[in-house]
């Protein structure tokens, strides 16, 4: 069984940073994109950061641009496969943030239905 975990969440004051991490098991993503979404109360759910298979290549959403990096850890061993580095974190920020898998790309994209396997989410909370 597939499984993506998220860890990292918490309580900030805006300003502030956190680091979110996701566990995978049950099947490789290293050579797949992974991305993080999040979904505020109240709203759907958006995307946040794609990576692709080798790391080399990222692509952001226009809101968190130049604040958030995404990054991967392609090593057999590793207990994490990626990353999300928030720094500046703002109120609006604060939502669920979803962890997600290709089974089918290679390449970072955007759009939600690339991703077929996703994490239970860990909730950021920013605080004003």
């Known amino acids: 069984q597939v499984q993506l975990v998220e860890s990292g969440g918490g309580l900030v004051q805006a300003g502030g940073s956190l680091r979110l991490f996701c566990a995978a098991s049950?099947?490789?993503?290293?050579?797949?994109?992974m991305s993080w979404f999040r979904q505020a109360p109240g709203k759907e759910r958006e995307f946040v950061a794609a990576i692709d298979w080798s790391g080399g290549s990222t692509y952001y959403a226009d809101s968190v641009k130049g604040r958030f990096t995404i990054s991967r850890d392609n090593a057999k061993n590793a207990k994490n496969t990626v990353y999300l580095q928030m720094n500046s974190l703002k109120p609006e920020d604060t939502a669920v943030y979803f962890c997600?898998?290709?089974?089918?790309?290679?390449?970072?994209?955007?759009?939600?239905?690339?991703?077929?396997?996703w994490g239970q989410g860990t909730q950021v909370t920013v605080s004003s």
């Open positions: 049950g099947r490789t993503f290293r050579t797949n994109a």
């Open positions: 997600a898998g290709s089974g089918r790309k290679h390449y970072a994209t955007g759009r939600s239905t690339d991703y077929d396997y």
